[in-house]
């Protein structure tokens, strides 16, 4: 198990889309950021001066506070959101391009091959996540720091937990895309299915769903609660004034990862079969 681990990650360091898609993240939150800097900058003044009529002295504390107002560190957070796009994007690729190998088609004739690599695709991806995840993470935090006037570290312990929370629902995310790419023997679903949840095809479907299953059910009902990528990009975004919430939020993120991981390790082992692959 541990050789097949090692061997696949030397083999995910050695792939340029390794290398591409990092590069692409970063690039497009610096160009994002450098664009959106001025606005922003209007937006923060603006509020502040607002503040600063009803309440002076007052007025940072009450922008910080305020989840869905102006505060810095949601600046960032929104730029962290764009590492579900690549972690998808690199994993169909990356197991896309493994899976057309003659070297696969010989290993994976067992079914214990076919679970250790599994499982070590599962390992690339959470790899990948993490160095994804804090990657995007750092980037927006030296641009706000760069850019934004009024920015601070007031709250980077909360950044910091959103940021494993995204990890967290990034790793289940990988494995989809993995178990999505051996099952069709393709890498456009895992792509296609990733630019449509960023989207508002996905929102307005998942809406439709959401209110007949309420119905039928007589309580609401919320996919995005049962998905680690619906609640990556639709529900996760942690309150700074809200610990018990926070915590609850982390724990759910927790186990969708673990439960989800688990599911589509031991399905891809199960339904992938030698003759499967070509």
């Known amino acids: 198990m541990f050789n097949v681990i090692r061997m696949e990650l030397h083999r995910m360091f050695r ?6 898609t990092l590069a692409v993240n970063v690039i497009l939150i610096v160009l994002l950021f450098s664009m959106m800097a001025s606005s922003i900058n209007e937006g923060f003044a603006a509020a502040k001066n607002s503040v600063r009529q009803n309440v002076e002295g007052l007025e940072m504390e009450m922008i910080l506070d305020n989840r869905y107002g102006p505060n810095p560190m949601n600046v960032c957070f929104s730029f962290t959101g764009w590492s579900i796009l690549f972690v998808v994007i690199f994993m169909a690729c990356f197991v896309g391009r493994f899976y057309k190998d003659g070297f696969c088609k010989n290993v994976m004739g067992s079914r214990g091959y076919r679970f250790r690599f599994q ?49 967290l629902l990034l790793c ?14 393709s890498t456009v679903p895992a792509i296609v299915y990733i630019f449509l949840l ?23 009902f919320v996919t995005a609660n049962y998905l680690p990528s619906l609640y990556f990009t639709n ?19 927790t186990l969708l990862s673990l439960v989800f991981f688990v599911i589509y390790n031991v399905a891809g082992s199960a339904l992938i079969t030698k003759r499967d692959i070509k």
């Not at 792939?15 to 591409?20: A, L």
């Not at 989207?199 to 007949?212: E, G, L």
């Not at 529900?235 to 993120?253: G, Y």
């Open 15 to 20: 792939t340029r889309s390794f290398y591409i």
């Open 235 to 253: 529900q996760f975004l942690l309150d700074v004034s809200d610990s018990a919430k926070n915590n609850a939020m982390l724990l759910h993120a």
């Open 198 to 220: 960023s989207t508002n095809i996905v929102a307005m479907m998942t809406s439709y769903i959401d209110s007949h299953l309420s119905d039928w059910l007589h309580k609401e």
């Open 119 to 167: 499982m070590a695709q599962s390992v690339c991806a959470v790899l990948y996540s993490a160095v994804n995840i804090i990657l995007a993470g750092t980037v927006s935090l030296l641009m706000a720091k760069a850019l934004i006037q009024s920015f601070t570290f007031a709250y980077l312990d909360i950044f910091c937990l959103n940021l494993f929370g995204q990890f």
């Open 172 to 185: 289940a995310v990988g494995s989809f895309s993995a178990f999505l790419t051996e099952w069709t023997r």
